[in-house]
């Protein structure tokens, strides 16, 4: 078994980036001069991924045009001596091989994810949610990847929160394996903390088995009147076997202004020609503290 595709929802409004996201798809914005979109694709392609199924609605068409050639740009800079920014815009187009789907109703998660089904056919392949950078030294979705291969069975990506916030995600319970992996054995979307079956939250990455697409089908609309891929993880859980897999790593939930401006420090902060000099300016906001 091999995993060769991988699914990126990115049909979202971003209503919680207005105004910035009125007219720029909220995945366009960018963490220092990198559009999230492509953080989110060099993920996939860095954990073997080759084929990208994008998933968008309207005016989104710039995503698309990101992971194209630009004839004008690059043949502009290439004349004027500048041939090591056309080979950035070129390197981009060179990543992976990209596909796209409109979605062309707002009905959820696992709505978009059964939007691929055309492309993704009868194979396993990945999910990964624009939403959230996960800076990992083995990408993250790697390593559920492994967990997938090894065990011949769908795995979601999840991490330990603060009772508090159980209410903001999809919440897994089952049974411990190991340090990391856990049986699923039920999955809560945005339960209460007196609700929840644990603190294990679910950020945005999956590696799951075509036969989500038959439970996803036969998934009924829940909360918010849409189709949510939590439901449908949980259908899937009583019918075969699916892990979660404690993944090593540092989630930034871009979805969220403040998620956004700590991914942004944390992202400059590791550019060598930016570190000091954001330092500076971090310190000079601060009044000379920290």
Request: hydrophobic content about 40%.
């Amino acid at each position: 078994m091999k995993i060769r595709k991988a699914v990126i929802p990115c049909a979202g409004l971003g209503t919680r980036f207005l105004p910035a996201t009125k007219a720029t798809p909220k995945e366009m914005l960018p963490i220092v001069d990198v559009p999230m979109i492509q953080h989110i694709v060099e993920e996939a392609v860095a954990s073997g991924i080759q084929d990208i199924v994008i998933i968008t609605g309207r005016n989104k068409d710039s995503i698309v045009d990101h992971f194209d050639y630009s004839f004008e740009i690059e043949s502009t800079l290439d004349k004027k001596g500048k041939s090591d920014l056309a080979d950035i815009s070129r390197r981009i187009a060179k990543l992976c091989n990209i596909m796209t789907i409109r979605q062309k109703n707002p009905m959820g998660l696992g709505h978009a994810v059964l939007c691929a089904e055309p492309i993704i056919g009868d194979e396993p392949f990945a999910v990964l949610l624009g939403d959230d950078l996960i800076d990992a030294k083995i990408p993250c979705t790697r390593q559920l990847i492994d967990v997938a291969e090894r065990e011949k069975a769908s795995v979601v990506g999840v991490m330990e929160v603060a009772e508090r916030d159980v209410s903001k995600y999809g919440i897994v319970g089952g049974d411990k394996v190991d340090g990391r992996l856990t049986r699923v054995k039920t999955l809560v979307e945005k339960p209460a903390p007196n609700e929840a079956p644990s603190r294990l939250a679910i950020p945005g990455r999956y590696v799951l088995m075509p036969s989500i697409f038959e439970v996803l089908r036969n998934t009924k609309p829940g909360k918010g009147g849409e189709i949510q891929l939590t439901d449908g993880l949980k259908s899937l859980a009583e019918k075969e076997k699916l892990f979660a897999y404690a993944f090593d790593g540092t989630r930034y939930d871009t979805g969220d202004r403040l998620g956004y401006i700590d991914a942004t420090l944390a992202y400059a902060l590791k550019r060598p020609e930016l570190a000091a000099d954001v330092r500076a300016l971090m310190k000079k906001h601060l009044g000379g503290q920290g």
